[in-house]
């Protein structure tokens, strides 16, 4: 998990960042849950899309 939180994290996005983050760490490492956990937040939060093949690595994660 981050040592220094992104400054335009809320105290909401934080605990959703944890529960992602915890989460996503049972299938990879902790480098790639902690860059798919911001992901998803960015994207929830910005309305970002990204590439095909990210959106699918981050949904193949909610079909297991």
């Known amino acids: 998990m981050p040592k220094v939180w ?3 994290f809320t105290e909401r996005d934080k605990v ?9 760490q049972q299938y990879h490492t902790e480098i790639i ?3 798919m956990a911001q992901m998803i937040i960015y994207k929830k939060k910005y309305h970002l899309k990204y ?5 699918a690595k981050i949904a193949a994660l909610f079909t297991r």
Do not use: G, H, K, R
């Not at 959703?16 to 996503?24: G, P």
């Not at 590439?51 to 959106?55: G, V, Y």
């Open 33 to 35: 849950a902690d860059i």
């Open 51 to 55: 590439s095909e093949e990210q959106e």
């Open 6 to 8: 992104n400054p335009s």
């Open 16 to 24: 959703e960042y944890t529960e992602l983050y915890v989460y996503i």
